[in-house]
C-alpha cells in the first residue's frame, strides 16, 4: 500500500496583471516563505525534495530547475521541473513521498506573464509544425471551435456560458488574492468585443502574474506538524489526442479519464453526491461546464442549467470555483491548477473567509494544460484521514 500524504502548507501571492515592482523569483520567496510557516517548517532541514512547474520556453532559460533553489531554500537539495500545470506537479510529489524515500517534498509554480511580449507566438510553436502551424492562425481559435462544437452537441448556450463568467467574477471579489473581481452581467458578457466565435472577450480569462508553493508531507511527518493536514485521497491524470485532426471536439475526454482514475483510488462512486465543492479549470467559460460534465459532477448537457438554477453557487449545492477560478483571479499558467488546489486546502481547513462552504469535507480540484494541449489531472482532497 503506498504511503498516506497530506498538504500540510500553502503558500500564495496576491495576484495581479502586471508586477514591475517584482521578480519572479521575488514572487516565489514569497510564496515560499508563507507556504514554510503555514507548514511550520525550515525548508534546508525538513524538505527532502523540490519540484518546480514551469515551461523552458515561456520562462527563456533552459533547464529552469537551476534558477529555483536560492528562492525557495533548495540549496544542494534534489529539484526538479515538470513541465506541465501545478497539479501535475503535485502527482509528482506525492508519487515520491509514497516511494517511503522521501518524508516532505515542496511543489512550486509561478506565472510571470507579463513578461512575455509574443504570448501567441509562444503558443503557435505548439501546434503541430505541418499541418496547424503553417496556417498562421491564431492559437485561440481552438478554443472558438471547441467551445461552437461543445454549444452544439450539448444544447448549451451562450448565455449559459456567459453566466459563467458572472459568477467567477462575482465570487473573486471576495478572494483578496483575485486581480480580476468584478460584477458583470450576462448581456455585458455577452455584448464584449468577440473575439474568437463565439468567445467574446469576457469569456476569455486574461493572464496574471503570482506564485504559489504547496508543502506535502508523510503521514508520520504530517502528525508532527502543527497545521491541519488535508489528505489526498486521489489523483488522476491523462493526456488525450495530440493533434487538433483526432481529438474529440466535443467533450474533455482527459478530464473524464483522469477524474475516473482519482474517483478509483479515493473510493468514490457518485462525484455528484460526494464531493463537497469543485475547483475546476475555467480558462474560458465554457470550460468549466464541459469539465464539470466530464467529471460527472452532473450529466451531459446540464452543467449550463445548473449554472442558471444557482446550483454553483456557495450555498447552492455543488458549489464551483468559489476562488473566481481563472476568470476571477487571473490566467497563471503552470500555476493555474495550484491556485485551485490552494483554495481547496482553505475550504477544507475551514480558512476561506467569506467565500467558505460550511463543513465541506471533500473537494475536487481539476486543471488543463490549455490550448492547444488535450492534458489535465484531478486531485480529490479530504479534511478526514
Not at 521541473?81 to 501545478?86: S, V
Not at 506525492?94 to 509561478?110: L, N, W
Amino acid at each position: 500500500m503506498p504511503q498516506r500524504v497530506a498538504i500540510v502548507g500553502v503558500g500564495q501571492t496576491t495576484f495581479r496583471s502586471i508586477s514591475p515592482d517584482m521578480s519572479y523569483k521575488e514572487l516565489m520567496y514569497e510564496a515560499a516563505v508563507k507556504a514554510y510557516q503555514d507548514a511550520g517548517v525550515n525548508p534546508r532541514k525538513d524538505i527532502d525534495s523540490f519540484v518546480s512547474c514551469a515551461e523552458d520556453f515561456l520562462e527563456g532559460t533552459s533547464i529552469f530547475d537551476e534558477y529555483v533553489p536560492d528562492q525557495l531554500g533548495a540549496v544542494l537539495k534534489p529539484v526538479h521541473t515538470i513541465c506541465a500545470d501545478g497539479i501535475f506537479g503535485v502527482i509528482a510529489g506525492y508519487m515520491q513521498i509514497c516511494t517511503g524515500a522521501i518524508e516532505a517534498v515542496a511543489v512550486e509554480a509561478h506565472s510571470k506573464a507579463s513578461n512575455l511580449l509574443t504570448p501567441n507566438y509562444c503558443l503557435a510553436f505548439a501546434m503541430d509544425p505541418i499541418f496547424n502551424r503553417p496556417l498562421r492562425y491564431n492559437p485561440y481559435f481552438i478554443a472558438g471551435m471547441e467551445m461552437n462544437r461543445y454549444l452544439w452537441e450539448t444544447g448549451t448556450t451562450k448565455e449559459q456560458c456567459a453566466l459563467v463568467s458572472v459568477i467567477n467574477k462575482r465570487n473573486a471579489l471576495n478572494n483578496p488574492n483575485a486581480a480580476y473581481g468584478a460584477k458583470v452581467t450576462v448581456d455585458e458578457v455577452m455584448n464584449s468585443e468577440r473575439m474568437f466565435y463565439p468567445l467574446s472577450r469576457l469569456d476569455m480569462s486574461s493572464p496574471a502574474d503570482g506564485a504559489i508553493v504547496i508543502v506535502l508531507a508523510s503521514e508520520e511527518r504530517a502528525r508532527q506538524l502543527k497545521g491541519a493536514p488535508i489528505w489526498i485521497k486521489g489523483v488522476g491524470w491523462c493526456s488525450d489526442a495530440p493533434s487538433l485532426e483526432t481529438r474529440d471536439w466535443g467533450e474533455a475526454a482527459y478530464a473524464r479519464l483522469a477524474g475516473e482514475m482519482a474517483y478509483k483510488m479515493a473510493g468514490i462512486d457518485i462525484p455528484r453526491k460526494e464531493i463537497a465543492l469543485a475547483e475546476v479549470d475555467d480558462t474560458f467559460s465554457y470550460k468549466e461546464l464541459q469539465h464539470l460534465e466530464a467529471l460527472k459532477l452532473c450529466r451531459k448537457g446540464e452543467a449550463g442549467l445548473l449554472a442558471e438554477e444557482g446550483a454553483m453557487e456557495k450555498d447552492g449545492g455543488m458549489p464551483v470555483n468559489l476562488s473566481g477560478g481563472s476568470l476571477g483571479i487571473g490566467y497563471l499558467g503552470e500555476a493555474t491548477g495550484l491556485a485551485r488546489v490552494a483554495e481547496l486546502v482553505l475550504q477544507l481547513r475551514g480558512e476561506a473567509g467569506g467565500r467558505q462552504v460550511p463543513d465541506a469535507k471533500v473537494g475536487l480540484a481539476q486543471c488543463w494544460r490549455g490550448i492547444p494541449a488535450t492534458s489535465g489531472a484531478v486531485l480529490i482532497l479530504s479534511k478526514e484521514g
